[in-house]
């Protein structure tokens, strides 16, 4: 890695500490319940419909967000990125109503949208000798700022503020870091300024049962730790008879099973080839999901947090990122916006499925689901020697 761009890379992690709380702050309960009584609603949970507009946000711009990342290069994605996060997370503050929290939320996306399709490429062009190393580095930002949430709300409380504060300081901290981006160096992109549409690229992309097989674990990867965040708790409660007041023990298990396979995994992917977590980790994840669907204790509720944080939540949808961007270096941009947009795609449909569904039902679907994708990424290894062949071909070419 050239030291000319260390700032550069600790700017766009930054990033993602700040969209750590940005991605969770309407989850915290504290802050549910003040923008209830800001909106006027009777119903907290009436508030997770906001959130929902994020993935909405997500799946208009990406289409459009990786081409402009390949395009332009990866500074003036960021740039827009971080202005955008600024409307969100100030705006989620000080909405008057669930109109204006929805729009700023739908911006919320967007600016995830072109943070990924600008921040994934860059740092794997900058840490190119460990690209699963660069993405999971992301992820460990959002954990550390998902893990510290607690101590953030507690200082906010601690200081009498009112606790929309906390995003408007998130947002001001973003903006700072979309300023910083203006003048920090990035590596020029190969394709800078020849890169055409979303559409175009994808007509000269050559496509392979294996790429879409990749993309599609970008779905299955993020149902498996979505499910289990938005079910966990509440099966643990309702089934295995966690009293309530304990019952949120499950978050901090799932966090530092998190941080440690992102410590741990940085080690071992330089030791293996990156590919074969993709069959490993859901392989982990599959069988803690049908030991807490059998068992059902509180015990095993704790374990099987800690250790879906560690095999779901740990880097699997980054590193599958990383293997599609090695095996479309010219458009990286464009393949990230794919994973992501399979990514997006389950966070609207399989949660909205889910909220229809018992607890129980759900950790079906979870095992279902993550089934899949193991089978998914078994089809990727057998074939990926010949996957990565023709990528170095084609880059040549």
């Given at each position: 890695m050239d030291k000319k761009y260390i700032p550069s890379a600790l700017v766009l992690y930054l990033n993602y500490f700040i969209h750590g709380i940005?991605?969770?702050?309407?989850?915290?309960?504290?802050?549910?319940?003040?923008?209830?009584?800001?909106?006027?609603?009777k119903d907290v949970m009436a508030v997770t419909s906001i959130a929902a507009?994020?993935?909405?946000?997500?799946?208009?711009?990406?289409?459009?967000a990786g081409p402009l990342s390949d395009k332009l290069g990866r500074r003036l994605s960021v740039i827009i990125g971080c202005?955008?996060?600024?409307?969100?997370?100030?705006?989620i503050a000080f909405s008057p109503n669930t109109t204006i929290a929805y729009i700023a939320a739908v911006l919320g996306g967007i600016a995830n949208s072109f943070l990924d399709t600008a921040t994934y490429p860059a740092v794997t062009e900058i840490i190119y000798k460990y690209t699963g190393i660069a993405t999971m580095g992301i992820k460990f930002f959002i954990s550390v700022?998902?893990?510290?949430?607690?101590?953030?709300?507690?200082?906010?409380?601690?200081t009498s503020m009112s606790y929309l504060m906390l995003p408007v300081i998130a947002g001001?901290?973003?903006?700072?870091?979309?300023?910083?981006?203006?003048?920090?160096?990035?590596?020029?992109?190969?394709?800078?300024?020849?890169?055409?549409?979303?559409?175009?690229?994808?007509?000269?992309?050559?496509?392979?049962?294996?790429s879409i097989a990749l993309i599609?674990?970008?779905?299955?990867?993020?149902a498996t730790f979505q499910l289990w965040l938005n079910c966990a708790q509440t099966f643990g409660t309702e089934i295995a008879k966690i009293p309530s007041q304990n019952v949120s023990v499950m978050q901090t298990y799932y966090s530092a099973g998190t941080m440690v396979a992102l410590f741990?995994?940085?080690?071992?992917?330089?030791?293996?080839?990156?590919?074969?977590?993709?069959?490993?980790?859901?392989?982990i994840s599959l069988v803690m999901l049908a030991l807490v669907y059998i068992i059902k204790t509180p015990m095993i509720c704790y374990v099987g947090a800690f250790v879906i944080g560690y095999a779901a939540a740990g880097g699997v949808l980054q590193m599958a990122t990383a293997v599609v961007n090695d095996l479309f270096p010219k458009i990286?941009?464009?393949?990230?916006?794919?994973?992501?947009?399979?990514?997006?795609?389950?966070?609207?449909?399989?949660?909205?499925?889910?909220?229809?569904?018992?607890?129980?039902?759900?950790?079906?679907?979870?095992?279902?689901?993550?089934?899949?994708?193991?089978?998914l990424a078994l089809f990727v290894n057998v074939r990926y020697g010949v996957l990565l062949k023709n990528a170095e071909e084609a880059s040549k070419n």
């Open positions: 940005g991605c969770s702050i309407l989850s915290q309960q504290v802050v549910k319940e003040m923008l209830a009584s800001q909106w006027g609603l507009a994020l993935g909405l946000g997500r799946l208009i711009s990406l289409p459009f202005a955008s996060y600024v409307i969100f997370l100030v705006g700022a998902q893990l510290l949430m607690p101590f953030f709300l507690g200082v906010v409380a601690g001001v901290c973003i903006g700072i870091m979309g300023i910083l981006a203006i003048f920090a160096p990035f590596p020029a992109t190969s394709e800078a300024g020849k890169s055409e549409s979303f559409i175009s690229n994808l007509k000269n992309a050559h496509f392979s049962i294996e599609l674990i970008g779905f299955t990867s993020t741990v995994t940085s080690v071992l992917i330089t030791k293996f080839k990156q590919v074969r977590f993709l069959v490993i980790y859901p392989a990286k941009g464009t393949i990230t916006s794919l994973v992501m947009i399979a990514s997006s795609l389950c966070n609207y449909t399989i949660l909205t499925a889910a909220a229809k569904m018992t607890s129980t039902n759900v950790i079906m679907m979870n095992i279902v689901i993550t089934a899949i994708g193991i089978l």
